[in-house]
């Protein structure tokens, strides 16, 4: 049976606690608040208690479950079952647009490290590559490849490629100026729920239903360590 829709991970990031925010995403709806000390946002998570914050907006936009949430340096970007991306500038938090090019829910988004460009994964076994700019969003490329839904994106540090986790008990590598996969990573035992690069670009990690995480060589996409100890999904 197809994996219940997730939650999306804490949005505690250096953004999120410079604009002072806690995003808390409940089934629809985004409830934007601001800390009340200065310092409360260093010390506590966004998902942090409510006694330190006050709520400043609630967001609507989505007709169905938010599962997934970005936050760039101009804009926040949420996806949702009703298979869109809302797009809102920061800080005014105003919609500007809606993107409408999955056929899935989007249940992964991930911006580049210059905010450049937006990944977005989806049910449909895609990933939708966005450019964004003055002029608003545009389509770069659509990733095709996976057997199942794409559960996680991430850039690397370089921004010139995107991997993506699937529920095929894969990760792709894949180029964003042509949409070509240069690898895939193959050995998780089960369902990939997450993926991130290193810092240099030279190696991928990645987690899974099968409690492990796995990093890989990038330039060769061998595996070189198995972690163990979780005693759930990863």
Not at 45 to 62: K, N, P, Q, R
């Amino acid at each position: 049976s197809p994996w219940p829709s997730p939650s999306p991970p804490p949005v505690d990031s250096p953004l999120a606690r410079a604009h002072k925010w806690r995003l808390l995403v409940a089934g629809d709806r985004i409830e934007v608040s601001r800390t009340v000390d200065p310092l409360a946002s260093e010390r506590t998570s966004l998902w942090g208690a409510e006694e330190d914050s006050v709520s400043l907006t609630e967001l609507a936009g989505h007709s169905r479950k938010v599962c997934a949430v970005a936050l760039s340096a101009e804009l926040l970007v949420t996806g949702g079952q009703d298979r869109t991306v809302v797009v809102r500038s920061v800080p005014s938090l105003k919609q500007v647009g809606q993107l409408r090019d999955h056929k899935g829910q989007v249940i992964g988004l991930a911006f580049s490290p210059d905010g450049s460009l937006l990944a977005s994964g989806s049910g449909d076994r895609t990933v939708c590559v966005y450019r964004t700019g003055p002029a608003g969003i545009e389509l770069v490329n659509k990733l095709v490849g996976h057997k199942h839904q794409v559960y996680r994106v991430a850039f690397s540090p370089d921004g010139l490629l995107v991997a993506s986790a699937s529920n095929d008990q894969t990760v792709r590598i894949s180029r964003v100026v042509d949409g070509v996969c240069e690898a895939v990573l193959k050995g998780h035992r089960g369902w990939v729920f997450g993926v991130a690069f290193s810092p240099d670009g030279s190696l991928v990690a990645s987690g899974g239903v099968d409690k492990c995480v796995r990093l890989w060589e990038r330039g060769t996409a061998k595996c070189t360590r198995r972690l163990k100890g979780h005693s759930g999904p990863v």
